[in-house]
């Protein structure tokens, strides 16, 4: 290798330091795969591919390969540089990497245990239901459609659609212990689709809506707002 304070004539194995420079020039302005970092760096880079290499030599290697490990010093680092950010090359240019952003991405979903607190409390809320409204739920349930469990349960059709109502204004005010309950949190199409996909929608909406609901209890509980009108609700 070149000794601490090598003047550029001096020869290592066969070329000079200015020669070393030359080669590590070209390799920085022509190795297409440098445009991630600017001129300067991408010499250092190329630079040190060069001596790199040389150090591994025997004796005087092509010029032509000299030149090579240049831009192979360059490419390596870019390809380095990309998986940093979750990227890499491939034949129509640069694609994203798909194990980096579930890595690294916040997630975005509801946390691990919230479907253990929900089904804990949905049997907790039950157990303290009238239970006349437990009938009323537990007809709904089953049957899936408004009319049908209205004439299982023996009710006329409108009565049986308050009582559903009443058990669900009952549910809520249990469901956020004494707190204001939110508002009913779908538009209840009766007798439309499968019972458990309408289910699984409201709690999605639920889960989403969270941290708004939480910010408005925060600004109701210091009497800065008033409860939103509850425009559009079903039963």
Request: proline share 6%; glycine share 10%; charged share 25%.
């Amino acid at each position: 290798m070149p000794r601490p304070g090598a003047r550029l004539q001096e020869a290592w194995l066969g070329y000079t330091l200015h020669e070393l420079g030359q080669i590590a020039r070209r390799a920085t302005v022509y190795c297409r795969w440098g445009d991630r970092f600017p001129l300067p760096e991408r010499f250092e880079i190329a630079w040190a591919g060069v001596i790199d290499y040389l150090a591994g030599c025997d004796s005087a290697p092509d010029s032509f390969e000299v030149y090579k490990a240049g831009m192979r010093a360059i490419g390596r680092a870019s390809d380095r540089e990309l998986r940093e950010h979750g990227a890499a090359r491939g034949d129509g240019g640069l694609v994203a990497m798909p194990r980096f952003g579930i890595y690294w991405l916040p997630k975005t979903g509801p946390a691990a245990d919230t479907r253990v607190v929900e089904r804990v409390a949905l049997w907790q809320i039950w157990e303290v239901l009238r239970p006349l409204h437990q009938m009323a739920l537990l007809a709904l349930a089953a049957h899936g459609d408004y009319a049908a469990a209205a004439q299982a349960a023996g009710y006329p059709y409108t009565s049986f659609t308050s009582l559903v109502s009443d058990a669900r204004a009952e549910f809520l005010a249990l469901w956020h212990e004494g707190e204001a309950p939110s508002r009913i949190w779908a538009a209840d199409r009766h007798g439309e689709g499968d019972i458990e996909d309408r289910v699984r929608r409201v709690l999605a909406a639920r889960r989403r809506a969270g941290p708004a609901i939480q910010r408005h209890h925060d600004h109701a509980a210091g009497g800065t707002a008033e409860l939103p009108a509850a425009g559009g609700e079903g039963r």
